[in-house]
Antibody
Framework: QVQLVESGGGVVQPGRSLRVSCAAS????????MHWVRQAPGKGLEWVAF????????YYGDSVEGRFTISRDNSKNTLYLQMNSLTTEDTAVYFC????????????????WGHGTLVTVSS | QSVLTQPPSASGTPGQKVIISCSGS????????INWFQQVPGTAPKLLIY???LRPSGVPDRFSGSKSGTSASLAISGLQSEDEGQYYC???????????FGGGTKLTVL
């Protein structure tokens, strides 16, 4: 079955950088796009970014555009999120989610999710 | 403030039917399909309904979705205690060029 395991979260100071990862198994990773979605403590879900199956197409939410970079290594079945210039507003659990498609489509389903990794931005 | 609007809470007794609403606009719900997710506290969200009214395998047919204009609804019939949790709607927004979520509805089974 599909398994997504996030890692790399932790406490980081404002203005610093952090990279979180998502190890995928149970499906053919290079055939599916992937999302990052985050959830601030006690808050709802916020879409962060999407990457196509081949890594050539990337899309970002307004709040992270220019600061975060989504990437993937299909040889390692791993998804990444490089987060720069972090602020306290970025404190959240970061989930990776599998797309139902190779590319960004408006009828995607986010059909499997990892359990998330907590990123805390604090001085 | 979330782009999609959901009531913060809903409740029902075992066996009852509960409906959770999700209100959007002409740039998100109206032109695009909608998904619903269930999240039990401390766990990952789980896809419940996709493309307005389709269920992934393993999701009971007690869960159903519908859409009309700029609003959508999730109906849960034969309410069970294990249905307690947070429910989120989501849709693509053509104006924002982004996926948008509702603020979530906390369902309590009395």
């Amino acid at each position: 079955q599909v398994q997504l395991v996030e890692s790399g979260g932790g406490v980081v100071q404002p203005g610093r950088s952090l990279r979180v990862s998502c190890a995928a198994s149970g499906f053919t990773f290079n055939k599916y796009g992937m999302h990052w979605v985050r959830q601030a403590p006690g808050k709802g879900l916020e879409w962060v970014a999407f990457i196509s199956n081949d890594g050539n197409n990337k899309y970002y939410g307004d709040s992270v555009e220019g600061r975060f970079t989504i990437s993937r290594d299909n040889s390692k079945n791993t998804l990444y999120l490089q987060m720069n210039s972090l602020t306290t507003e970025d404190t959240a659990v970061y989930f990776c989610a599998k797309s139902s498609f190779m590319i960004l489509v408006t009828h995607d389903a986010f059909d499997d999710w990892g359990h998330g990794t907590l990123v805390t931005v604090s001085s | 403030q979330s782009v999609l609007t959901q009531p913060p809470s809903a409740s029902g007794t075992p066996g009852q039917k509960v409906i959770i609403s999700c209100s959007g606009s002409s740039s998100n719900i109206e032109p695009n399909p909608i998904n619903w997710f269930q999240q039990v506290p401390g766990t990952a969200p789980k896809l419940l309904i996709y493309n307005i009214n389709l269920r992934p395998s393993g999701v009971p047919d007690r869960f159903s979705g519908s859409k009309s204009g700029t609003s959508a609804s999730l109906a849960i019939s034969g309410l069970q205690s294990e249905d307690e949790g947070q429910y989120y709607c989501a849709s693509w927004d053509d104006s924002l060029d982004a996926w948008v979520f509702g603020g979530g509805t906390k369902l309590t089974v009395l």
